[in-house]
C-alpha cells in the first residue's frame, strides 16, 4: 500500500498529523536511507523502510490485541469520564482502534480490540450466531430445569425469546457456578436470562469468542497481541 509519509508516521502513533509534518520537515525521517523532507512524500508500507529520529518505524494496517478486561472499565474507545479499554493499550500504536463487542462495565474477560473492521464485523454479524462462552457465579441454585429452559430459549422481554443456549452446571448451592454458551449478543443478555427464571448473576466473565479463548495468563487487566495461530483462525 502506498500512504504519505506523514500519514504513514502518524498511524503508527509517532505523533499527531502536524507533529510529523515539522519532524519531516526538520529532516528527522528517512526513507530506505535518504532524508525526505517532504509530508506529502508517498511511502510503500511493505516495501521502503522509514526511520523516525533513528528509529525504524515499521507500518502495521492492523493490530489485534487480546485484553483480559477488568471491571471498572467500559468498552469503548474513548470517553470523556470513564475509563475505555482501548486506554488499557499502552503499547498500541494506531489510534482507530476498537473493541470487538461490549462487555459490561461489570464484567471481566475476553474482548478482542482491533482496527480490523471486516473482523469485527464477522464475529458481531446477529446472522452469523458466533459462540461466546461466559463464566458466571449466580445467587441461587441453578437447576436442571433452567438448562432445559436455556436450552429452549428463554423470554427477556423482548419481541423474540433468545436463541437455545447451553448451559452447564459447574458447582450449585446458595450461589451457583455455571458456563453458559449464547449465540447472540442482546444487550446485557446473560444478566438478563438469569433474571428471566428468578436468579441474579453475581459475576460474569467471558471465556471464548468464536475459536478464541481467553489466555488465562493474563490477569485483569493485563494484554498481549494475538498470535500466529489465533490471527490464522481468526482472519
Ligand atoms: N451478558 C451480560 O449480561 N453482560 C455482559 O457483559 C456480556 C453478556
Not at 21 to 36: C, D
Not at 62 to 83: C, F, H, T
Not at 123 to 142: E, F, I, N, W
Not at 165 to 187: H, Q, Y
Request: aromatic share 6%.
Amino acid at each position: 500500500m502506498k500512504l504519505r509519509l506523514d500519514k504513514y508516521l502518524a498511524d503508527m502513533g509517532q505523533g499527531t498529523r502536524s507533529e510529523v509534518k515539522k519532524a519531516i520537515r526538520k529532516g528527522l525521517v528517512q526513507v530506505n536511507g535518504r532524508t525526505v523532507r517532504e509530508p506529502e512524500y508517498k511511502v510503500d508500507t511493505e516495501e521502503d523502510q522509514v526511520l523516525f529520529a533513528g528509529r525504524q518505524a515499521e507500518y502495521e494496517e492492523y493490530e489485534y490485541y487480546m485484553l483480559n478486561k477488568p471491571a471498572g472499565v467500559i468498552s469503548a474507545s474513548e470517553d470523556a469520564r470513564e475509563r475505555c479499554v482501548v486506554d488499557l493499550i499502552e503499547s498500541r500504536k494506531r489510534k482507530d482502534l476498537f473493541p470487538v463487542g461490549r462487555l459490561d462495565k461489570d464484567t471481566e474477560g475476553l474482548l478482542l480490540i482491533t482496527n480490523d473492521g471486516a473482523l469485527a464485523h464477522r464475529l458481531l454479524s446477529p446472522k452469523k450466531h458466533v459462540d461466546k462462552v461466559y463464566y458466571a457465579r449466580v445467587q441461587g441454585r441453578v437447576t436442571q430445569e433452567d438448562v432445559e429452559l436455556f436450552g429452549q430459549g428463554v423470554d427477556i422481554g423482548e419481541e423474540k425469546q433468545t436463541l437455545p443456549a447451553d448451559l452447564c452446571i459447574l458447582e450449585t448451592g446458595d450461589i451457583s457456578k455455571v458456563e453458559l454458551t449464547i449465540r447472540e449478543g442482546r444487550f446485557h443478555q446473560v444478566k438478563r436470562m438469569f433474571q428471566a427464571v428468578g436468579k441474579e448473576v453475581l459475576y460474569l466473565k467471558r471465556l471464548r469468542m468464536g475459536p478464541l479463548a481467553l489466555d488465562e495468563s493474563l490477569e485483569p487487566g493485563q494484554y498481549r497481541t494475538l498470535n500466529t495461530q489465533e490471527l490464522d483462525i481468526l482472519c
